[in-house]
Protein backbone atom coordinates (compact mmCIF):
# COMPACT_ATOMS: atom_id res chain seq x y z
CA UNK A 1 0.00 0.00 0.00
CA UNK A 2 0.86 3.21 -0.78
CA UNK A 3 2.28 5.94 2.12
CA UNK A 4 1.17 9.42 2.74
CA UNK A 5 4.38 11.31 3.54
CA UNK A 6 4.74 14.73 5.45
CA UNK A 7 7.54 16.30 5.00
CA UNK A 8 8.17 19.51 6.86
CA UNK A 9 11.64 21.40 6.40
CA UNK A 10 12.39 23.86 8.79
CA UNK A 11 11.76 27.65 8.00
CA UNK A 12 15.04 29.52 7.54
CA UNK A 13 14.47 33.24 9.52
CA UNK A 14 14.53 35.61 6.73
CA UNK A 15 17.43 37.88 7.84
CA UNK A 16 20.11 36.74 5.92
CA UNK A 17 21.30 34.51 3.16
CA UNK A 18 21.41 30.59 3.45
CA UNK A 19 24.87 28.60 4.16
CA UNK A 20 26.08 25.66 3.71
CA UNK A 21 25.09 24.66 7.44
CA UNK A 22 21.45 25.50 6.35
CA UNK A 23 22.19 23.44 3.51
CA UNK A 24 23.26 20.21 5.69
CA UNK A 25 20.28 20.72 7.56
CA UNK A 26 17.63 20.94 5.12
CA UNK A 27 18.72 18.63 2.08
CA UNK A 28 17.66 15.35 3.44
CA UNK A 29 13.97 16.78 3.26
CA UNK A 30 14.57 17.04 -0.53
CA UNK A 31 16.41 13.63 -0.60
CA UNK A 32 13.98 11.96 1.68
CA UNK A 33 10.65 13.00 -0.59
CA UNK A 34 12.47 12.58 -3.92
CA UNK A 35 12.97 8.97 -2.70
CA UNK A 36 9.31 8.38 -1.99
CA UNK A 37 8.06 10.24 -5.05
CA UNK A 38 10.17 7.97 -6.89
CA UNK A 39 8.68 4.93 -5.15
CA UNK A 40 5.04 6.06 -5.88
CA UNK A 41 4.36 7.19 -2.02
CA UNK A 42 1.93 10.38 -1.66
CA UNK A 43 3.97 12.93 -0.79
CA UNK A 44 3.47 16.83 0.84
CA UNK A 45 6.95 18.80 1.38
CA UNK A 46 6.72 22.15 2.32
CA UNK A 47 8.52 24.78 4.01
CA UNK A 48 9.23 29.09 3.94
CA UNK A 49 10.92 31.99 5.04
CA UNK A 50 10.17 32.58 8.64
CA UNK A 51 9.40 36.34 8.19
CA UNK A 52 8.57 37.72 11.47
CA UNK A 53 10.22 37.83 15.19
CA UNK A 54 13.16 40.10 16.28
CA UNK A 55 16.11 39.12 13.55
CA UNK A 56 14.24 40.18 11.05
CA UNK A 57 13.32 43.88 13.16
CA UNK A 58 16.81 43.72 14.29
CA UNK A 59 18.17 43.62 10.87
CA UNK A 60 15.75 46.56 9.35
CA UNK A 61 16.63 48.86 12.37
CA UNK A 62 20.84 48.33 10.89
CA UNK A 63 19.39 48.92 7.35
CA UNK A 64 17.31 51.79 7.78
CA UNK A 65 14.49 49.20 6.14
CA UNK A 66 10.62 47.91 7.13
CA UNK A 67 10.74 44.31 8.20
CA UNK A 68 8.55 43.56 5.33
CA UNK A 69 11.56 45.19 3.15
CA UNK A 70 13.84 42.75 4.60
CA UNK A 71 11.61 39.73 4.80
CA UNK A 72 10.72 39.88 1.10
CA UNK A 73 14.24 40.63 0.20
CA UNK A 74 15.49 37.70 1.95
CA UNK A 75 12.74 35.25 1.04
CA UNK A 76 13.04 35.87 -2.60
CA UNK A 77 16.61 35.22 -1.71
CA UNK A 78 16.22 31.68 -0.17
CA UNK A 79 13.84 30.75 -3.00
CA UNK A 80 15.93 31.47 -5.66
CA UNK A 81 18.94 29.64 -3.75
CA UNK A 82 16.73 26.58 -2.92
CA UNK A 83 16.10 26.26 -6.80
CA UNK A 84 19.63 26.60 -7.69
CA UNK A 85 20.26 24.03 -5.71
CA UNK A 86 17.48 21.47 -6.75
CA UNK A 87 15.14 21.19 -3.76
CA UNK A 88 11.64 19.91 -4.80
CA UNK A 89 9.41 21.56 -2.20
CA UNK A 90 5.53 20.90 -3.52
CA UNK A 91 5.36 24.58 -1.46
CA UNK A 92 7.90 27.40 -0.06
CA UNK A 93 5.89 29.58 0.87
CA UNK A 94 6.37 32.74 4.06
CA UNK A 95 4.93 33.71 6.70
CA UNK A 96 4.15 36.96 5.42
CA UNK A 97 1.28 35.09 3.32
CA UNK A 98 -2.15 35.83 4.16
CA UNK A 99 -3.50 32.35 4.31
CA UNK A 100 -0.95 31.27 6.87
CA UNK A 101 -2.17 34.55 9.16
CA UNK A 102 -5.53 33.09 8.74
CA UNK A 103 -4.59 29.91 9.75
CA UNK A 104 -2.60 30.33 12.35
CA UNK A 105 -5.18 32.76 14.28
CA UNK A 106 -7.64 30.15 13.68
CA UNK A 107 -5.01 27.53 15.61
CA UNK A 108 -4.45 30.19 18.19
CA UNK A 109 -7.94 30.74 19.08
CA UNK A 110 -8.56 26.92 18.70
CA UNK A 111 -5.79 26.56 21.53
CA UNK A 112 -7.29 29.72 23.63
CA UNK A 113 -10.46 28.35 23.53
CA UNK A 114 -9.46 24.61 24.73
CA UNK A 115 -8.04 26.27 27.66
CA UNK A 116 -4.48 25.66 26.85
CA UNK A 117 -3.72 29.68 26.89
CA UNK A 118 -4.23 31.64 29.89
CA UNK A 119 -3.58 35.47 31.08
CA UNK A 120 -0.74 36.50 33.49
CA UNK A 121 0.04 39.64 33.87
CA UNK A 122 4.17 40.07 35.06
CA UNK A 123 7.16 42.35 35.33
CA UNK A 124 8.67 42.77 31.63
CA UNK A 125 12.19 43.83 30.73
CA UNK A 126 11.64 47.41 29.42
CA UNK A 127 14.54 50.02 28.56
CA UNK A 128 14.17 53.35 29.82
CA UNK A 129 16.32 54.63 27.40
CA UNK A 130 14.69 53.51 24.35
CA UNK A 131 11.26 53.66 25.56
CA UNK A 132 10.15 50.12 25.04
CA UNK A 133 9.82 46.76 26.50
CA UNK A 134 12.12 44.07 24.66
CA UNK A 135 11.85 41.64 22.60
CA UNK A 136 14.23 38.13 24.57
CA UNK A 137 16.78 38.73 21.13
CA UNK A 138 16.71 42.46 22.10
CA UNK A 139 18.49 41.29 25.21
CA UNK A 140 22.05 40.15 26.52
CA UNK A 141 23.00 39.02 29.59
CA UNK A 142 24.80 35.66 31.16
CA UNK A 143 23.00 32.21 31.30
CA UNK A 144 22.34 30.80 34.69
CA UNK A 145 23.18 27.08 33.71
CA UNK A 146 27.21 27.91 32.22
CA UNK A 147 27.69 31.61 32.54
CA UNK A 148 28.28 31.91 28.93
CA UNK A 149 26.67 35.38 26.96
CA UNK A 150 22.82 34.56 26.25
CA UNK A 151 20.28 36.04 24.47
CA UNK A 152 16.88 36.12 26.71
CA UNK A 153 16.11 32.94 24.93
CA UNK A 154 18.71 31.33 24.71
CA UNK A 155 22.22 30.82 25.79
CA UNK A 156 25.24 30.74 22.40
CA UNK A 157 27.27 28.61 24.80
CA UNK A 158 25.52 25.88 26.10
CA UNK A 159 22.52 26.01 23.62
CA UNK A 160 19.92 25.87 26.71
CA UNK A 161 16.64 27.31 26.07
CA UNK A 162 15.60 30.48 28.45
CA UNK A 163 12.85 32.46 29.65
CA UNK A 164 14.24 36.16 30.13
CA UNK A 165 13.12 36.19 33.50
CA UNK A 166 15.91 33.66 33.74
CA UNK A 167 18.97 35.85 32.27
CA UNK A 168 21.73 37.32 34.81
CA UNK A 169 22.97 40.75 34.11
CA UNK A 170 20.30 41.91 32.05
CA UNK A 171 21.12 44.97 29.41
CA UNK A 172 19.51 46.53 26.21
CA UNK A 173 21.00 44.95 23.58
CA UNK A 174 20.25 48.44 21.37
CA UNK A 175 21.48 50.75 23.13
CA UNK A 176 23.79 49.04 26.37
CA UNK A 177 21.79 50.39 29.48
CA UNK A 178 20.41 47.97 31.73
CA UNK A 179 16.82 47.04 31.83
CA UNK A 180 14.32 47.89 34.35
CA UNK A 181 11.33 45.68 34.76
CA UNK A 182 7.58 46.84 34.13
CA UNK A 183 4.09 45.12 34.04
CA UNK A 184 2.69 43.97 31.04
CA UNK A 185 -0.18 41.49 30.36
CA UNK A 186 0.36 38.35 27.98
CA UNK A 187 -1.08 34.91 27.35
CA UNK A 188 0.98 31.92 28.02
CA UNK A 189 0.73 28.75 26.77
CA UNK A 190 0.67 25.64 29.50
CA UNK A 191 3.37 23.61 28.12
CA UNK A 192 3.54 21.46 31.03
CA UNK A 193 0.57 19.86 30.21
CA UNK A 194 1.33 17.94 27.70
CA UNK A 195 4.54 16.31 29.73
CA UNK A 196 3.62 12.82 29.11
CA UNK A 197 2.32 12.62 25.77
CA UNK A 198 5.87 14.55 24.56
CA UNK A 199 7.56 11.67 26.95
CA UNK A 200 5.59 8.74 24.77
CA UNK A 201 6.20 10.23 22.17
CA UNK A 202 10.11 10.05 22.49
CA UNK A 203 9.80 6.47 24.16
CA UNK A 204 7.53 5.36 21.23
CA UNK A 205 9.86 7.07 18.02
CA UNK A 206 13.65 6.44 19.54
CA UNK A 207 14.57 4.13 16.80
CA UNK A 208 13.29 7.33 14.06
CA UNK A 209 14.55 9.88 15.92
CA UNK A 210 18.46 10.53 15.80
CA UNK A 211 20.46 10.43 18.62
CA UNK A 212 20.88 14.05 18.99
CA UNK A 213 17.56 14.25 18.98
CA UNK A 214 16.46 11.91 21.83
CA UNK A 215 19.46 12.99 24.42
CA UNK A 216 18.31 16.48 24.02
CA UNK A 217 14.33 16.37 24.01
CA UNK A 218 14.83 13.91 27.11
CA UNK A 219 17.25 16.68 28.68
CA UNK A 220 14.36 19.53 27.89
CA UNK A 221 11.89 17.25 29.71
CA UNK A 222 14.08 16.05 32.91
CA UNK A 223 14.60 19.93 33.24
CA UNK A 224 11.23 20.49 33.88
CA UNK A 225 9.16 22.11 31.12
CA UNK A 226 7.77 25.61 32.06
CA UNK A 227 4.88 27.93 30.79
CA UNK A 228 5.81 29.61 27.87
CA UNK A 229 4.63 33.24 26.45
CA UNK A 230 2.47 32.86 23.48
CA UNK A 231 2.31 36.91 22.85
CA UNK A 232 4.79 39.27 22.17
CA UNK A 233 4.43 43.54 22.78
CA UNK A 234 5.60 43.54 18.52
CA UNK A 235 4.37 45.55 15.34
CA UNK A 236 5.94 43.18 12.91
CA UNK A 237 4.00 39.97 13.33
CA UNK A 238 0.30 38.57 13.52
CA UNK A 239 -2.14 39.58 15.11
CA UNK A 240 -3.25 38.01 18.23
CA UNK A 241 -7.12 37.16 17.60
CA UNK A 242 -8.33 37.82 21.52
CA UNK A 243 -9.93 40.39 22.69
CA UNK A 244 -8.02 42.74 24.67
CA UNK A 245 -4.59 41.77 22.76
CA UNK A 246 -4.91 44.09 19.96
CA UNK A 247 -1.58 45.50 20.41
CA UNK A 248 0.30 42.10 20.97
CA UNK A 249 1.63 39.87 18.13
CA UNK A 250 1.35 35.88 18.14
CA UNK A 251 4.93 34.46 19.31
CA UNK A 252 7.57 33.03 16.11
CA UNK A 253 7.59 30.35 18.01
CA UNK A 254 3.86 29.20 17.73
CA UNK A 255 3.34 31.18 14.23
CA UNK A 256 6.72 29.30 12.93
CA UNK A 257 5.87 25.75 13.41
CA UNK A 258 2.15 25.84 12.62
CA UNK A 259 4.13 26.51 9.34
CA UNK A 260 4.05 22.94 8.43
CA UNK A 261 0.29 22.94 8.97
CA UNK A 262 -0.55 26.00 6.84
CA UNK A 263 1.62 25.04 4.05
CA UNK A 264 0.77 21.29 4.13
CA UNK A 265 -3.09 21.87 4.24
CA UNK A 266 -2.89 24.94 1.67
CA UNK A 267 -1.01 21.83 -0.99
CA UNK A 268 -3.54 19.59 0.19
CA UNK A 269 -6.30 21.33 -0.51
CA UNK A 270 -4.85 22.22 -4.12
CA UNK A 271 -4.74 18.50 -4.47
CA UNK A 272 -8.51 17.98 -3.23
CA UNK A 273 -6.86 15.88 -0.22
CA UNK A 274 -8.41 16.10 3.00
CA UNK A 275 -5.19 16.70 5.46
CA UNK A 276 -6.84 16.00 8.34
CA UNK A 277 -6.77 12.02 6.95
CA UNK A 278 -3.84 12.95 5.14
CA UNK A 279 -1.90 13.86 8.61
CA UNK A 280 -4.34 11.97 10.95
CA UNK A 281 -2.55 10.77 14.20
CA UNK A 282 -4.97 7.27 13.43
CA UNK A 283 -3.54 7.16 9.88
CA UNK A 284 -1.27 3.67 10.25
CA UNK A 285 -0.25 4.73 6.62
CA UNK A 286 0.95 7.97 7.40
CA UNK A 287 4.82 9.30 8.19
CA UNK A 288 5.56 12.72 9.12
CA UNK A 289 9.59 13.89 8.45
CA UNK A 290 10.75 17.18 10.39
CA UNK A 291 13.75 18.12 8.57
CA UNK A 292 16.28 20.62 10.49
CA UNK A 293 19.73 21.53 12.33
CA UNK A 294 20.35 20.81 16.38
CA UNK A 295 19.42 24.20 17.24
CA UNK A 296 15.74 23.66 16.65
CA UNK A 297 14.99 20.13 18.50
CA UNK A 298 13.21 21.50 20.99
CA UNK A 299 10.67 23.20 19.01
CA UNK A 300 10.39 20.24 16.82
CA UNK A 301 10.33 17.58 19.35
CA UNK A 302 8.73 19.30 22.38
CA UNK A 303 6.66 22.70 21.21
CA UNK A 304 5.21 21.49 18.42
CA UNK A 305 3.98 17.91 19.51
CA UNK A 306 2.21 20.31 22.51
CA UNK A 307 0.64 22.43 20.27
CA UNK A 308 -0.94 19.21 17.51
CA UNK A 309 -1.94 18.31 21.09
CA UNK A 310 -3.66 21.47 21.56
CA UNK A 311 -5.62 21.18 18.51
CA UNK A 312 -7.98 18.51 19.80
CA UNK A 313 -9.97 18.99 16.69
CA UNK A 314 -7.72 17.82 13.94
CA UNK A 315 -6.03 14.94 15.72
CA UNK A 316 -2.81 15.60 13.58
CA UNK A 317 -0.22 12.48 13.71
CA UNK A 318 2.92 13.57 16.18
CA UNK A 319 6.51 13.68 14.54
CA UNK A 320 7.20 9.96 13.47
CA UNK A 321 10.68 11.30 12.03
CA UNK A 322 12.75 13.59 13.18
CA UNK A 323 15.52 14.66 11.31
CA UNK A 324 18.16 16.77 13.20
CA UNK A 325 21.67 17.82 11.61
CA UNK A 326 24.09 18.65 13.64
CA UNK A 327 26.77 21.86 13.04
CA UNK A 328 28.67 22.34 9.85
CA UNK A 329 31.94 24.08 10.61
CA UNK A 330 34.39 26.33 8.06
CA UNK A 331 37.52 25.19 7.77
CA UNK A 332 37.78 24.21 11.85
CA UNK A 333 36.00 27.19 13.11
CA UNK A 334 32.37 27.28 13.99
CA UNK A 335 30.63 29.76 11.32
CA UNK A 336 30.13 33.52 12.32
CA UNK A 337 28.57 36.17 10.31
CA UNK A 338 30.01 38.52 13.21
CA UNK A 339 33.34 36.51 12.13
CA UNK A 340 32.96 37.02 8.26
CA UNK A 341 34.20 33.15 8.80
CA UNK A 342 30.74 31.67 6.77
CA UNK A 343 30.29 30.84 3.24
CA UNK A 344 27.03 30.86 1.52
CA UNK A 345 25.11 28.78 -0.63
CA UNK A 346 25.35 31.10 -3.48
CA UNK A 347 29.00 31.39 -3.25
CA UNK A 348 29.55 28.07 -3.49
CA UNK A 349 27.56 27.37 -6.33
CA UNK A 350 29.54 30.40 -8.16
CA UNK A 351 32.73 27.57 -7.62
CA UNK A 352 31.10 24.46 -8.35
CA UNK A 353 28.54 22.15 -9.75
CA UNK A 354 25.66 21.74 -8.26
CA UNK A 355 25.74 18.46 -7.77
CA UNK A 356 29.42 17.96 -6.29
CA UNK A 357 27.88 19.79 -3.96
CA UNK A 358 25.29 17.90 -2.82
CA UNK A 359 26.79 14.70 -3.19
CA UNK A 360 29.54 16.29 -0.72
CA UNK A 361 27.10 17.62 1.60
CA UNK A 362 25.19 14.16 2.00
CA UNK A 363 28.28 12.11 1.50
CA UNK A 364 29.36 13.61 4.43
CA UNK A 365 25.87 14.97 6.39
CA UNK A 366 26.41 15.63 10.14
CA UNK A 367 24.00 13.14 10.99
CA UNK A 368 26.48 12.09 14.16
CA UNK A 369 28.50 14.65 15.03
CA UNK A 370 29.47 18.15 14.19
CA UNK A 371 31.85 17.73 10.87
CA UNK A 372 34.19 20.33 9.33
CA UNK A 373 33.98 21.86 5.79
CA UNK A 374 36.78 22.32 3.95
CA UNK A 375 37.28 23.39 -0.33
CA UNK A 376 40.09 20.99 -0.36
CA UNK A 377 37.69 18.13 1.02
CA UNK A 378 34.91 19.04 -1.24
CA UNK A 379 37.18 18.88 -4.50
CA UNK A 380 39.37 15.85 -3.31
CA UNK A 381 35.28 13.93 -3.24
CA UNK A 382 34.64 15.09 -6.60
CA UNK A 383 37.17 13.82 -8.28
CA UNK A 384 37.69 10.50 -6.20
CA UNK A 385 33.89 9.65 -6.82
CA UNK A 386 32.39 11.63 -9.12
CA UNK A 387 34.72 11.83 -11.34
CA UNK A 388 37.17 8.09 -10.38
CA UNK A 389 33.90 6.31 -9.79
CA UNK A 390 30.97 7.18 -11.32
CA UNK A 391 31.82 9.18 -14.41
CA UNK A 392 34.72 6.73 -15.21
CA UNK A 393 32.09 3.91 -14.98
CA UNK A 394 29.43 5.17 -17.63
CA UNK A 395 31.87 7.20 -19.80
CA UNK A 396 33.97 4.19 -20.46
CA UNK A 397 31.21 1.77 -20.93
CA UNK A 398 29.47 4.30 -23.50
CA UNK A 399 32.73 5.59 -25.03
CA UNK A 400 33.90 1.87 -26.13
CA UNK A 401 30.09 1.09 -27.67
CA UNK A 402 30.67 4.55 -29.50
CA UNK A 403 34.04 3.75 -30.83
CA UNK A 404 33.73 -0.19 -31.53
CA UNK A 405 29.59 -0.48 -32.55
CA UNK A 406 28.72 3.01 -34.03
CA UNK A 407 26.50 3.31 -30.59
CA UNK A 408 24.15 0.70 -30.61
CA UNK A 409 24.42 -1.58 -27.54
CA UNK A 410 22.93 -5.04 -28.65
CA UNK A 411 20.87 -6.91 -26.19
CA UNK A 412 22.25 -9.40 -24.45
CA UNK A 413 21.74 -11.45 -21.13
CA UNK A 414 21.96 -9.98 -18.26
CA UNK A 415 24.19 -11.34 -15.54
CA UNK A 416 21.95 -13.13 -12.63
CA UNK A 417 24.57 -11.83 -9.68
CA UNK A 418 24.49 -8.42 -10.88
CA UNK A 419 20.46 -8.75 -10.61
CA UNK A 420 20.21 -10.25 -7.75
CA UNK A 421 23.01 -6.86 -6.57
CA UNK A 422 20.63 -3.82 -7.72
CA UNK A 423 17.72 -5.47 -5.84
CA UNK A 424 19.63 -5.85 -2.62
CA UNK A 425 21.12 -2.37 -3.32
CA UNK A 426 17.10 -0.72 -3.88
CA UNK A 427 16.31 -2.50 -0.64
CA UNK A 428 19.08 -1.81 1.54
CA UNK A 429 19.42 2.13 0.06
CA UNK A 430 15.75 2.63 0.05
CA UNK A 431 15.55 1.25 4.18
CA UNK A 432 18.56 3.75 4.75
CA UNK A 433 16.77 6.31 3.55
CA UNK A 434 13.44 5.95 5.49
CA UNK A 435 15.12 5.57 8.74
CA UNK A 436 16.71 9.23 7.33
CA UNK A 437 20.48 7.63 7.13
CA UNK A 438 21.62 9.62 4.13
CA UNK A 439 25.27 8.81 4.55
CA UNK A 440 24.58 5.46 4.52
CA UNK A 441 22.31 5.20 1.57
CA UNK A 442 24.44 7.07 -1.03
CA UNK A 443 27.45 4.63 0.01
CA UNK A 444 25.70 1.85 -0.56
CA UNK A 445 24.70 3.42 -4.11
CA UNK A 446 28.28 4.26 -4.46
CA UNK A 447 29.37 0.71 -4.01
CA UNK A 448 27.04 -0.38 -6.64
CA UNK A 449 28.83 1.63 -8.92
CA UNK A 450 31.79 0.25 -7.79
CA UNK A 451 30.95 -3.26 -8.12
CA UNK A 452 30.06 -2.01 -12.11
CA UNK A 453 32.98 -1.07 -12.46
CA UNK A 454 34.94 -3.92 -10.91
CA UNK A 455 32.78 -6.41 -13.26
CA UNK A 456 33.92 -4.30 -16.73
CA UNK A 457 37.31 -4.54 -15.36
CA UNK A 458 37.11 -8.29 -14.82
CA UNK A 459 35.13 -9.16 -17.79
CA UNK A 460 37.32 -7.18 -20.16
CA UNK A 461 34.87 -6.29 -23.09
CA UNK A 462 37.96 -4.68 -25.11
CA UNK A 463 39.43 -8.18 -25.48
CA UNK A 464 35.37 -9.70 -25.77
CA UNK A 465 34.98 -7.63 -28.62
CA UNK A 466 37.50 -9.29 -30.38
CA UNK A 467 37.39 -12.69 -29.39
CA UNK A 468 33.73 -13.48 -28.35
CA UNK A 469 31.31 -11.07 -29.55
CA UNK A 470 28.60 -12.91 -28.30
CA UNK A 471 29.77 -12.68 -24.65
CA UNK A 472 30.92 -9.03 -25.59
CA UNK A 473 27.27 -8.10 -26.00
CA UNK A 474 26.31 -10.12 -22.09
CA UNK A 475 28.81 -7.90 -20.72
CA UNK A 476 27.95 -4.45 -22.50
CA UNK A 477 24.25 -5.15 -21.80
CA UNK A 478 24.60 -5.62 -18.06
CA UNK A 479 26.96 -2.46 -17.60
CA UNK A 480 24.05 -0.92 -19.71
CA UNK A 481 21.41 -2.67 -17.48
CA UNK A 482 23.88 -1.18 -14.25
CA UNK A 483 23.47 2.85 -15.72
CA UNK A 484 19.60 2.37 -16.27
CA UNK A 485 19.22 1.55 -12.44
CA UNK A 486 21.99 3.74 -11.23
CA UNK A 487 20.19 6.23 -12.54
CA UNK A 488 16.93 5.78 -10.61
CA UNK A 489 19.39 5.48 -7.32
CA UNK A 490 21.11 8.74 -7.68
CA UNK A 491 18.10 10.68 -8.35
CA UNK A 492 17.13 11.78 -4.88
CA UNK A 493 20.86 12.73 -4.33
CA UNK A 494 21.86 14.05 -7.99
CA UNK A 495 18.45 14.86 -9.80
CA UNK A 496 20.50 16.80 -12.73
CA UNK A 497 23.28 13.94 -12.97
CA UNK A 498 20.32 11.39 -13.07
CA UNK A 499 19.03 13.26 -16.09
CA UNK A 500 21.69 13.12 -17.88
CA UNK A 501 21.82 9.35 -18.19
CA UNK A 502 18.59 9.18 -18.86
CA UNK A 503 18.85 11.46 -21.67
CA UNK A 504 22.12 9.70 -22.58
CA UNK A 505 20.30 6.60 -23.55
CA UNK A 506 16.80 7.63 -23.75
CA UNK A 507 15.83 5.53 -20.27
CA UNK A 508 12.43 4.96 -18.79
CA UNK A 509 11.36 7.55 -16.45
CA UNK A 510 12.71 7.41 -12.82
CA UNK A 511 10.96 4.89 -10.25
CA UNK A 512 12.83 3.29 -7.35
CA UNK A 513 12.69 0.03 -8.58
CA UNK A 514 14.64 -2.22 -10.91
CA UNK A 515 14.54 -1.35 -14.78
CA UNK A 516 15.44 -3.77 -16.80
CA UNK A 517 15.95 -2.64 -20.52
CA UNK A 518 14.44 -4.85 -23.71
CA UNK A 519 15.71 -4.92 -27.21
CA UNK A 520 18.79 -3.25 -28.14
CA UNK A 521 19.68 0.46 -27.42
CA UNK A 522 20.90 3.39 -29.14
CA UNK A 523 23.04 5.92 -27.41
CA UNK A 524 21.47 9.25 -27.63
CA UNK A 525 24.75 10.60 -26.44
CA UNK A 526 28.13 10.46 -24.40
CA UNK A 527 28.71 13.58 -22.62
CA UNK A 528 31.02 13.56 -19.55
CA UNK A 529 29.02 13.71 -16.17
CA UNK A 530 31.96 15.67 -14.17
CA UNK A 531 34.90 17.42 -14.97
CA UNK A 532 38.01 16.68 -12.92
CA UNK A 533 38.76 19.69 -10.93
CA UNK A 534 42.23 21.23 -10.99
CA UNK A 535 42.81 23.06 -7.47
CA UNK A 536 44.77 26.48 -7.86
Known amino acids: MKKNIFIGGAWPYGN ?12 PGDVIARYYRANGDRVIYVSGTDSHGTPITERAKKEGKTPKEIAEYYHNQDVNTFNNYKFSYDLYTSTMTEDHEKKVQKYFKELYDNGYLYEKEEQ ?8 EFLSDREIVGECPHCGGESTGDQCEVCLSSLNSSEVLNKHCKTCGNPTTLKMNKHLYFKLPEFTDEIQKLLDDNKDNWRKNAVGETQKFIDMGLIDRTATRQLEWGIPVPIEGYEDKRIYVWIEAVCGYLTAGSKVAEERGIDFDEFLGRDNPNTRSYYVHGKDNIPFHTVIYPALLCGLTSHNFQLP ?42 IANSPEQKDINFTIDDLEQTHNKFLVGVLGNFINRNLSFINKKNDGLIIEG ?12 TYKEAGEQLEKGELRGAISTVMDYVISGNKYYDENTP ?24 IKNLLSPFLPDTSEKIKNMLDLDEIKWEEETPSGDIKIKSVDLLFQRIEHK
Do not use: P, Q
Open 413 to 424: KIDDNIKELTKK
Open 462 to 485: WVLVKEDIDKFNDVTYTCTYMIAN
Open 16 to 27: YNLHIGHLAALL
Open 124 to 131: EDYCEHCK
Open 320 to 361: THIISSNYVNLNDEKMSKSKGNLLTGDELLDMYNVDTIRYFI
